[in-house]
């Protein structure tokens, strides 16, 4: 049986840490499953990138990074249905996310990662679902000194083209103009 790691993430956009969240999963899996969330969101600050820039810089940065095992990664859009700070249909939302990877992999069963706060993700399911999932968090803040979507849109926003360098795949350094006239 082929085990399967899912990486639910917005990549907005895509750095060093996701690629290392994804490397540690191919070396606990047989494949990685990438959800890039929020892909009916674009045009904010939090969201600036549409989904076809995302995909775009995400599919060049895996394959840079992984070569031969990109073959063992595939990316699918899952659109939000709910404001972010909507804490009321969290279980919903864990509903729906459940149904999208497992009408995805075809397993009820399986290991998730999560690089952000692991209560947030915990509080998305039911206890019964909480049986099916394996859960594997990884603190954000030992790895690559915090590093987040957030900073590099604003080293991006700030024209700090040497952070961009440092923390993120070259497919994103590659399009700073672009990304910066977002």
Same mark, same amino acid.
């Given at each position: =049986?082929?085990? $399967?790691? /899912?990486?639910?993430? *917005? ?9 290392? =969240? ?30 076809? $820039? *995302? ?8 394959? @840079? @990074? ?16 709910? +404001?972010?700070?909507?804490? @009321? ?15 995805? /992999? ?7 990662? +999560? ?5 947030? =993700?915990? &509080?998305?399911?039911s206890n019964e679902l909480k049986? *099916? ?6 603190? *954000?803040?030992? $790895? ?5 979507? $957030?900073?590099?849109? &604003? ?17 994103? +350094? @590659? ?8």
């Amino acid at each position: =049986m082929i085990k $399967t790691g /899912i990486f639910l993430a *917005r990549m907005q956009p895509v750095h060093k840490a996701h690629l290392y =969240m994804v490397k540690q999963i191919l070396k606990e899996n047989d494949q990685v499953i990438i959800f890039l969330g929020s892909a009916n969101k674009s045009n904010s600050l939090r969201n600036p990138y549409n989904i076809k $820039t *995302r995909m775009n810089l995400l599919a060049k940065a895996l394959q @840079e @990074e992984f070569g031969e095992d990109y073959n063992k990664i595939k990316v699918y859009e899952l659109p939000d249905w709910s +404001y972010e700070t909507d804490y @009321e249909g969290q279980i919903e939302w864990g509903n729906y996310l459940y149904y999208n990877i497992v009408s995805r /992999i075809g397993k009820k069963n399986f290991s998730i990662y +999560y690089s952000d706060e692991p209560e947030i =993700m915990l &509080n998305w399911f039911s206890n019964e679902l909480k049986e *099916r999932i394996n859960f594997k968090f990884s603190e *954000r803040a030992n $790895t690559f000194d915090g590093l987040s979507a $957030t900073k590099v849109r &604003n080293a991006i926003a700030h024209g700090d083209k040497n952070y961009i360098k440092k923390y993120c795949p070259s497919s994103v +350094y @590659e399009n700073l103009e672009e990304l910066s006239s977002i």
